[in-house]
């Protein structure tokens, strides 16, 4: 006999995390990322993979805000767009792939590509691994403003 309150809790629960991050990226897609910073647990982490200067692993929320999204804020002009074109659930896992649709400040076109996979805990992003194209990273946006990847060497001649 089947228990369908206990089967709609527990596909709720489970789909919990994938329709979060479709309201989310809802939002984020007009330039509202609010509910993205909301999200994020104060303990997050978020790596960004590849070898550029913003490639690293930015620990917890206060991190993640100064380090990554406000150089990002700095670059790019409003609105900062994210969209999602396809999403794939597991659990707690989603991966997206996402596309970005934003302009520097000095008008150039920066409208990346992305894979992300993003780890719930307790109804909070824990953690997300950033897929991207790093060559469109090194040639539009360069250096994170306002630092020089504080975990990484100089280029050697930089010095």
Not at 3 to 22: F, I, N, V
Request: glycine fraction near 10%.
């Amino acid at each position: 006999m089947p228990d369908t309150g206990l089967r709609q809790a527990m596909s709720s629960a489970r789909d919990m995390p994938r329709k979060r991050l479709e309201f989310i990226f809802g939002e984020t897609a007009g330039g509202n990322w609010q509910p993205f910073v909301d999200v994020l647990a104060e303990d997050a982490e978020w790596t960004v993979i590849g070898s550029t200067s913003w490639s690293k692993t930015y620990r917890g929320k206060p991190q993640i805000l100064s380090d990554l999204f406000g150089p990002l804020r700095r670059v790019l002009a409003a609105p900062r767009e994210s969209h999602a074109l396809h999403m794939i659930a597991e659990g707690n896992l989603v991966a997206v792939q996402g596309q970005g649709k934003n302009t520097t400040r000095d008008g150039r076109s920066y409208n990346n590509t992305y894979c992300w996979i993003f780890a719930f805990r307790d109804g909070k992003v824990a953690a997300v691994t950033e897929y991207l194209d790093t060559e469109l990273v090194r040639s539009v946006l360069g250096e994170p403003p306002g630092q020089r990847g504080a975990d990484r060497p100089p280029e050697p001649g930089a010095v």
